[in-house]
């Protein structure tokens, strides 16, 4: 498997992708806003765009599809439950359908409610996993809810798939949002050595060339995985000395997102 990250340097920071079979030069799009900078890579790599695969159906995720198809007639591939808010969907797909590119690649579709309610992520089934978190999982961050979601979902999107996904799990999300999170991660645990150091180290990086976090790197780092935390937790009750000294992992993570939705 073959992944470019192709940054649109748009207003919105979005990331597109192209996942290619080295075998056959056939790719999937992810969510190809900017779909002549992505029809450029993949002309420039010699690839063959037949599927489009959406995360959701924010526009910016779906607005470069039609540009996309005319150019290649690739096939559109969504949540079975968009097809209503997405445009000339081929292919509605829900937990555990296998997405193939050509004769060598296989994402496996996970349903991860929260972002909006028809959110897919893409698992890759590769000796070092990859996950495509569209607007689930950011770079330490969480997706909004403001647009067709709901942080109950996110939560359990997080807890019972993302938490249990394997360490060496790669990170494809988006958007870039790293530095921002990461003064978020630094506010509400402001001795996280890990942040600190990413932060220290990455604030000024070319997103041409962005940092590829691991499943483990964003169990240290994103505030959203660290619900156990007692500096968490400590720092949250200032903010919301309702929740008690011991409270559970939802109660914070939803008190979390709460704080990020106006930070």
Partial sequence: MIVEQVWTDNAYRNFNYLIACPETGEALAIDPLDFMKCLAVATARGWNVTQILNTHEHGDHTGGNKGMVAATGAKVIAHENAKGRIPNLDRGVGAGDVIKVGATVDLECLDTP?????????????????????????????????????????????????????DDTLIYPGHDYLINNLRFTIDREPGNETALQMLSEYQNQDPEDALITTLAQEREMNTFFRLGS??????????????????????????????????
């Fill in 230 to 263: 007692p500096a968490v937790i400590a720092k949250l009750r200032q903010d919301f000395p309702e929740i008690g000294d011991n409270p559970d992992a939802r109660t914070v993570f939803l008190k979390l997102r709460e704080l990020r939705n106006n930070w």
């Fill in 114 to 166: 929260g972002h909006t309610m028809s959110h897919i992520c893409l698992l890759s089934h590769t000796d070092q996993p990859a996950l495509f978190s569209g607007d689930t999982l950011f770079n330490a961050g969480a997706g909004n809810c403001h647009n067709g979601g709901h942080p109950e979902e996110l939560y359990e999107t997080f807890n019972k798939q993302l938490g249990k996904l394997r």
